[in-house]
């Protein structure tokens, strides 16, 4: 396996075998902020509503940030835990040797839950205290859930 970054704050490109893969936020677009006081459900989780989009910060550049503090972008495919990987490889496999049709969405589904299953697993830890209690919950990657709905994967 191949891994070349593109910015790492944005996106990461991956190359298993012949296949290519960039994920990451592939399409960026301004956070919006946290709404005091007012949460949501997002995939089963609590999390914050959002807000006003912000004028300044944007989510590849939350992405930056959080790449530096856990590496969510590399890390996914070095975790023991992280099953995914072996999914993906097994999908890959079954479309090389003619078991299964070549379902890019497919694959492109089992690279991105590489990425955001150790997120949603909590692999990373658990937050500070005080972020705890300004968030009204403990999920470590997770704030308003957009940078985690941003991120995607695509095979090229």
């Avoid at 690279?111 to 692999?123: S, Y």
Wanted: proline residues 3%.
């Amino acid at each position: 396996m191949k891994i070349t970054s593109k910015g790492i704050g944005k996106t990461i490109s991956k190359q298993i075998g012949n296949y290519n893969f960039e994920v990451g936020i592939l399409s960026d677009q301004p956070k919006k902020m946290r709404k005091k006081g007012s949460s949501k459900s997002y995939a089963g989780l609590k999390v914050s509503a959002t807000g006003k989009a912000s004028q300044k910060v944007s989510l590849a550049e939350v992405a930056k940030y959080t790449d530096n503090q856990f590496r969510w972008l590399k890390k996914p495919f070095t975790l023991p835990k992280n099953k995914e990987v072996i999914a993906v490889v097994k999908e890959i496999a079954l479309q090389v040797f003619g078991k299964k049709s070549t379902d890019n969405k497919r694959l492109e589904n089992a690279v991105q839950a590489v990425i955001r299953n150790p997120i949603l697993r909590g692999d990373y830890g658990n937050n500070a205290p005080s972020t705890v209690k300004q968030k009204g919950f403990n999920k470590l990657g997770i704030d308003t859930a957009q940078m985690f709905k941003a991120i995607k994967a695509k095979r090229l």
